[in-house]
Structure formats: structure tokens, C-alpha cells
């Protein structure tokens, strides 16, 4: 599985995304929406193949919803976060969920951030901008 980049498309640096969830609504309007702004993009629909996602190649940033198939996006986070060699790659936790126990939880195991659904799409786009500018700056 390859990161792919819509031709055209302006150029964000290379900067790798993964889109990990289960409904495919949402993965192509995520896809679209995060190719339009130039990034590389990768696909998984539950957690199993998150984690293969990232040990194959890591992304920059994951976007990881909470609700998976098989492993949980808290239990992904928490394996990520658990290898040093993945401690660059930011994930932004995606939840229908939004009460404060949740958002907790998610940034307790080591997320950067946490977005409830519905969300506005210029704002997504422009958190994940401001996460991967923050990570670069850090590196």
C-alpha cells in the first residue's frame, strides 16, 4: 500500500497522512479533502491495518478514529505512542464522541489532538497544517 498524491495538487513538503476508519464516507471525503492540500495519502479501515500501515512505512500524521473494527483507536494510539521509533508520527483522534472523558482518554494515551465529528473541513485542514508545522519545528 503507497501513499498517494493527487497530480496537480500543491505540494506539502512530501508530509505523509494515514486515515484510519471504517466508513468509507468518511475515508473519501477525508482522502479528498487532505489530497487537495497536498498531502500523500494511505488508507486503513480498522486497526490491524493501521498498525501494518505504520510499520511498513510511517506517516507524518495519522488521523484515527476511535470507533474501529477489531482494535480501538485509543489501542492503536497506545501502541504507536509505545515504539520509540514512531514518537514523530502525530495522530489526531476522529470521534463521533465528544464528551470530555473521551477527549481525555485519547490525549492521556498520547494523541495530539482530538476532533469530533462532525467538523468543519477548513479547520481540519488547517489543524493538521499547524500539527505537522509544530512537528517540523520540534525536529
Do not use: H
Not at 468509507?24 to 500501515?53: C, H, T, W
Not at 477489531?70 to 502525530?90: H, T
Amino acid at each position: 500500500m503507497r501513499y498517494q498524491q493527487l497530480t496537480g495538487a500543491r505540494s506539502t513538503m512530501g508530509n505523509k497522512i494515514l486515515i484510519v476508519d471504517d466508513e468509507p464516507n468518511i475515508v473519501l471525503s477525508l482522502e479528498f479533502l487532505m489530497a487537495q492540500a497536498g498531502y500523500a495519502v494511505r488508507k486503513a479501515s480498522d486497526g490491524e491495518e493501521a498498525l501494518r500501515a505504520v510499520a511498513e512505512d510511517p506517516p507524518d500524521l495519522i488521523l484515527l478514529d476511535v470507533n474501529l473494527p477489531g482494535r480501538s483507536g485509543y489501542e492503536v494510539c497506545e501502541v504507536i505512542r509505545a515504539n520509540p521509533e514512531w514518537q514523530r508520527v502525530v495522530i489526531v483522534m476522529l470521534t463521533a464522541k465528544g464528551r470530555d472523558v473521551e477527549r481525555e482518554k485519547g490525549l492521556a494515551l498520547g494523541a495530539d489532538d482530538y476532533i469530533t465529528k462532525p467538523f468543519a473541513t477548513q479547520e481540519l485542514v488547517d489543524k493538521v497544517q499547524e500539527l505537522l508545522q509544530r512537528q517540523e519545528g520540534a525536529g
